[in-house]
């Protein structure tokens, strides 16, 4: 693909122009990474706008013990950078970044793109959803690490990131929620006596999603 078709694949654009999308590809810059390539670290900063095009990224922070938490999953199609202001060109990482699979990134440079695009009030409601996606993704966060028990933590990851939980084993499922992994057995029985789930060959199929979804709002199955 062009840079001009990927750009045309990303929702985030799709309200533009041809000549405002040939005036991003002046702009913009296609990478690609390899399975556990680290795209940032912490506390570092970058003057560049980024999109996921192809692949997973995984987002988590590092506590004083060395120990990784896992934050969330960063999908393609989705901004990787995390926007505190609008008006300051260079953006500030508050995680560390690393990829899940073979990726490429969309890099755009965030000083012309400002200069360009949002200073012309055009994108500015893009912008808004996708910080409002990064302010409902830090709710989950939240809930997850502070409110939810294992068996909400589980529904949650079923219920939002399906895919991801039948790709990874279960002890590596278990790592990012956690949780142990006899825990994780023990819900995914319950909830497959249920009659919520069913598991096929190792993959978990979603039987009542309004049952699962009723474990993370607080009403029991």
Do not use: W
């Not at 005036?23 to 810059?29: A, D, G, H, V, Y």
């Not at 939810?148 to 399906?162: C, E, I, S």
């Amino acid at each position: 693909m062009t840079l001009q078709e990927i750009i045309n694949s990303i929702d985030f654009f799709k309200t533009l122009t041809q000549e405002q999308i040939e005036q991003l590809c002046e702009i913009s810059t296609l990478k690609r990474f390899s399975k556990d390539a680290i795209l940032y670290y912490e506390s570092e900063s970058t003057n560049n706008l980024m999109f996921l095009v192809k692949g997973l990224l995984k987002v988590y922070k590092v506590d004083k013990f060395d120990n990784e938490i896992f934050l969330y999953h960063i999908h393609e199609n989705c901004m990787i950078s995390e926007l505190t202001s609008l008006r300051q060109h260079e953006i500030f990482c508050f995680s560390n970044a690393e990829f899940v699979k073979d990726s490429q990134i969309l890099s755009i440079n965030f000083e012309k793109f400002n200069e360009l695009f949002l200073s012309h009030n055009i994108l500015t409601q893009e912008f808004i959803e996708e910080l409002l996606k990064k302010t409902q993704q830090l709710q989950c966060i939240i809930n997850r690490e502070l409110v939810f028990d294992a068996t909400a933590k589980v529904a949650f990851m079923l219920h939002n990131d399906l895919e991801m939980f039948n790709h990874l084993k279960r002890q590596e499922v278990s790592f990012l929620l956690h949780i142990q992994p006899e825990t994780l057995s023990r819900v995914l029985k319950r909830l497959t006596r249920n009659k919520v789930i069913d598991i096929v060959s190792g993959e978990v199929i979603i039987l009542n999603h309004d049952e699962l979804t009723a474990i993370f709002r607080g009403v029991a199955v």
